[in-house]
């Protein structure tokens, strides 16, 4: 439970790259919608080069088909390295939760020496004005 470096989990599974494609497709439509947007945003302010814009939509469309059908089809199957591979052991996903979980929510009770020096013993009787 302990084996945590400042509180962040790092997982014992990998993904090997499968979800670039759906990262690479994201990726692709913000750059069409900005591409658009900035299309209106130049017309609006009537800048004269914003027809140029028009071919950048049609160029990132094309560039996300060709690599669909030249790096996708490599995603789908999984590598010989990964397969071979045992299976690691699946993480006791309770026990991550609950270490997640900040001691102030937490139902169970915490004792105060943990805290020990964290109390102050000055009096905030004195005023300093």
Known sequence: MYQQALKVYVPRYESYGRMWPHINNRILAS???YQVTMFGYFGVQKFVYAP????????????GFVCSKK?????????LEVAATEVKEVPNMELIYRSFIPPSLSSEKIDDDQFEDAR???SRQTSFV
Do not use: C, G, R
């Open 71 to 79: 790096f996708y089809p490599s995603f789908q199957h999984q590598a």
């Open 52 to 63: 140029l814009l028009i071919p950048l939509p049609i160029l990132t469309v094309l560039f």
């Open 31 to 33: 750059m069409v919608l």
């Open 120 to 122: 102050s013993e000055v």
